[in-house]
């Protein structure tokens, strides 16, 4: 099997192209390929697969063996990928994915590879019961949260795949180990969740640190950043445009008011191939 190790901000991948289907042993796969000591090393495993209704369809695993429905780092990750290797000459295609569809994603080329790429993520889910969460309200706007005798309040967003978000003093400092874990799974979240913790510095900037389902502590996450950007502008603390700035980097995030979806622009990175 040949694989392309790649990451969107220091949220990495093994991308694998080439297959029909997704392989009935993915789950496995994934877990033992992201294993960091015995494995190759990822927060995923992502496929590039045919599509009826896209130049392309991804499904992703996080390093857990659950699938998710949406991942915006991967996203990036397998629209550099198709460019590169020559799957596509366009700067302008889509790709399917479980939790959005069919998306538009727009290509920087420079000397001939990607190098930026923003990506249509799609409107926002906000009803409780869709992200889903046990709370029926529309939106969930600082719902309090009690985990180890601490309560948090939390706003809930789905980008396809469900976000809790937390504001703190200091995201970049925050404690992330030892509340994340047992937010991620909390009773609240159906589907379990995933958490941002974040500190907003501006009307156009926030610092953001993530726990992320199915794959823990991650230096970015793109739909993380999308649902940090919709829950500061419900909240009152940012304009509809900012920069979400993680551990791994920054990504430009936009509500657009017109046709109320979210636009995602960040890099993406290859930096080796392999073959198992
Ligand atoms: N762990 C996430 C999937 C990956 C999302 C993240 N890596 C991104 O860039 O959006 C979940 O289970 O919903």
């Given amino acids: 099997m040949n694989f392309t190790k790649m990451h969107g901000l220091g949220n990495d991948f093994i991308v694998v192209a080439g297959e029909a289907a997704l392989p009935e042993n993915a789950s496995e796969l994934a877990i033992e390929l992201c294993n960091r000591f015995f494995g190759i090393g990822a927060d995923g ?3 590039i697969l045919p599509s009826e209704r896209a130049d392309f369809r991804m499904r992703i695993i996080n390093s857990d063996g659950s699938e998710a429905e949406q991942c915006g780092n991967a996203i990036r990750c397998v629209a550099k990928y198709v460019y590169d290797n020559g799957l596509i000459d366009r700067q302008a295609i ?51 949260i009690e985990v180890d005798g601490r309560t ?30 047992k937010l991620e799974v909390h009773p609240m979240f159906p589907r379990k969740t995933n958490v941002e913790f ?22 970015a996450c793109g739909t993380g950043a999308c649902a940090t950007l919709v829950s500061s502008v419900l909240n009152g603390f940012t304009d509809r445009t900012a920069v979400v700035s993680l551990k ?12 109320n979806h979210v636009y995602m622009t960040g890099p993406a990175a290859e930096v080796f191939r392999g073959t198992l």
Wanted: charged share 20%; net charge negative.
């Fill in 248 to 259: 791994g980097g920054d990504l430009l995030i936009e509500w657009n008011e017109a046709d």
């Fill in 152 to 181: 948090f309040q939390f706003t809930a967003v789905s980008m396809g795949n469900p976000h809790a978000v937390i504001y703190v003093d200091d995201a970049v400092n925050f404690d992330l180990n030892a509340w994340g874990p």
């Fill in 198 to 219: 974040v500190t907003v510095r501006s009307r156009d900037y926030t610092d953001m640190r993530v726990w992320e389902r199915g794959a823990g502590p991650t230096l």
């Fill in 45 to 47: 495993l992502v496929y």
């Fill in 94 to 144: 889509t790709i399917e994915t479980l939790g959005a569809g069919v998306q538009q994603v727009q290509l920087t080329v420079e000397n001939g590879k990607v190098v930026k790429v923003r990506v249509d993520m799609g409107e926002p889910i906000l009803e409780g019961l869709k992200v889903p969460t046990t709370i029926d309200a529309n939106p969930v706007l600082n719902q309090a």
